[in-house]
Structure formats: structure tokens, C-alpha cells
Nanobody, 126 residues
Framework: QVQLVESGGGLVQAGGSLRLSCAASGGIFSIYVMGWFRQAPGKEREFVAAISWSGANTVYEDSVKGRFTISRDNAKNTVYLQMNSLKPEDTAVYYC???????????????????WGQGTQVTVSS
């Protein structure tokens, strides 16, 4: 069973930065597509970014392009989300997820992910 543990959330002012981490254990991290999703109060969970097993491919939701960067360190079984130029509308609980299909298709869909972390709160004040 794969376990994912997020960290790095917190309270930051608009324009600031945070770096989220997601540590994986119990599986073969290096073959998983890893994704970040977020859920704001009263809203559905939405895709933020994903990265392929080697790190060669990444994809972002339009509103975070140019501000957020997803990366991974397979030696550390960890995926990161560097968030810069944060806006109040980025406030949400952020979740990491692992997709074990070993395919780079449909990675923006929550339904393809097999394992989820517990989430970390990010709050951006105006």
C-alpha cells in the first residue's frame, strides 16, 4: 500500500511563495505519475499539475502556468510543488496523488489516481 504525506503548507501573503512536498512510501515511486490537486471550500477538487515518472513531462492547469513548478526526486521518493506569485484564489487544501498506470494520458483527471495524501492547507491572504 502506497502512503503519501504532504507538507509545506501554511499562511502566506499574496505575492509570496511556498514549496509543498509529498513523500511517498510503500510502492515503486519511480514508475508513478504524480499529480497535485487542490480543493477550495465549497468547490470541487481540481487539477493543478502532474509530472511523469522520469520527470521529463509536466502539465499544468492554466491558472498556475508560469507561477507553479512541479518536480520530483526519485531517489528521495518525493514530489514537489513550488508555488510563486501566490494569489488569494490559490487558497485551498492541496493534495498529492499517485497514478500507477505508467501512462502519460488523462493525467489531469482525478479518477486515474490510485493513491492520495491527506492534504495540506495553503492560505493566501490579500
Amino acid at each position: 500500500q502506497v502512503q503519501l504525506v504532504e507538507s509545506g503548507g501554511g499562511l502566506v501573503q499574496a505575492g509570496g511563495s511556498l514549496r509543498l512536498s509529498c513523500a511517498a512510501s510503500g510502492g515503486i515511486f519511480s514508475i508513478y505519475v504524480m499529480g497535485w490537486f487542490r480543493q477550495a471550500p465549497g468547490k470541487e477538487r481540481e487539477f493543478v499539475a502532474a509530472i511523469s515518472w522520469s520527470g521529463a513531462n509536466t502539465v499544468y492547469e492554466d491558472s498556475v502556468k508560469g507561477r507553479f513548478t512541479i518536480s520530483r526526486d526519485n531517489a528521495k521518493n518525493t514530489v514537489y510543488l513550488q508555488m510563486n506569485s501566490l494569489k488569494p484564489e490559490d487558497t485551498a487544501v492541496y493534495y498529492c496523488a499517485a497514478d500507477r498506470r505508467n501512462k502519460w494520458t488523462g493525467v489531469a483527471g482525478a479518477e486515474v489516481y490510485d493513491y492520495w495524501g491527506q492534504g495540506t492547507q495553503v492560505t493566501v491572504s490579500s
